[in-house]
């Protein structure tokens, strides 16, 4: 096992160590205080969509142990938390009238973060789409970047002056492809068209997020969170070596391409681009303001062949078999080098900002026992990308944080309940949390930093 204070010193003196978690996943009170349901209340209502058709009326039970949790994350010694707001409580309807408990909640939040000395890190949407706007196309309909813009205005008038950083979307491959392709994810669409027009609104509405965003508070760091992906070729085949090309493109370079290049990538074009809705005049300008960080969400490669089948679409591949012999209790290839791959490929690809890692950890479902949880993969799976961070640092990257994914066992999207990342335990039924030993470890590394030696993100 790697010492926490042997690897904390291979870190920066202003490093960020956080936990992180989304609305969603965590808080509950789905029908509280003026919530309304969201893409994903319905979803997950709907046989065969989630595990068990769990949902999230309970959760982990957070909007009413705000306190509690708060006390929690103070107690690992972090020095930021990474939150994401449901545009549910605060836009019930999507447009429409404020929820005014809603943005209480928040200022509560917030506000507790600032009097236990963590910085507040932000998301807008992390997948919670009121349900109302579903009706009028979600995200295939181009009005809808227009009601983000709106909440994202009304979020940050309200919650801005507290903030230490805000992004505007998590992983939007995967509200976009996951859930508009694959049929994976809220709202379940299987439908390439459908997917070409969430993708190119969903790009517009970060773009005018961040318009918002800086009208309402200059100074406020805002990023995008993107869970880009390292994508390994099958073989050394010419034809493999094509398809990851092909792959990184459709599922990295649609985000990154818009966002930091002012374009989409040309090989997706001659594709698919004559099946995208209408790009209007200013829309590429408008996705592409700069951005003062970044966040990366990493969890495990992509290995990807050539699809031999005739007519198979773009990026026409077929998954490839792992490498690495080890995987999560999700099923999920650990191959901790593939994160620095990540980062050297997109840094050498695109004009990059600061970098944090917003997401990364793994799943295994140990329980309590004798009131521990030993879990001591996902220690080792969370020291191993630590130690690949400490080399990007000194290889110049500029990495300026990590947060753990997740702050505690949560609603896991389509999996439900079963599959547990957090590393504190929570007991669904009592609602205890237990923190693990991966979480203790995470403590001590977290611990061995001063709090309030830290630059802003904008120092970065």
Known sequence: MIDPKTLADRFPGDFVFGVATAAFQIEGASKMDGRKPSIWDAFSNMPG??????????????????????????????????????????????????????????????????ARGIKAFATLYHWDLPLMLAGEGGWTARQTAYAFQRYAKTAIARLGDRLDAVATFNEPWCSVWLSHLYGIHAPGERNMDAALHALHFTNLAHGLGVSAIRAERPSLPVGLVLNAHSIYPGSDSPADEAAAARAFDFHNGVFFGPVFNGAYPESFLSALGHRMPDIEPGDMETIAQPLDWWGLNYYTPMRVAHDPAEGAEFPATVPAPPVADVKTDIGWEVFAPALGALVRKLNADYPLPACYITENGA???????NGTVDDQPRLDYIAAHLAVTTDLIAEGYPMRGYFAWSLMDNFEWAEGYRMRFGIVHVDYETQVRTIKKSGHWYSALAGHFPKGNHRTVKES
């Open 49 to 114: 969509r989630v595990y068990g058709r769990h949902n999230g009326d309970v959760a982990c039970d957070h909007y009413n142990r705000l306190n509690e949790d708060l006390d929690l994350i103070q107690s690992l010694g972090v020095t930021a938390y990474r939150f994401s707001i449901a545009w549910p409580r605060i836009v019930p309807e999507g447009t429409g009238p404020v929820n005014e408990k809603g943005l209480d909640f928040y200022d509560r939040l917030v506000d507790g973060l600032k």
């Open 363 to 369: 799943c295994y479902n140990m329980g309590v026992a």
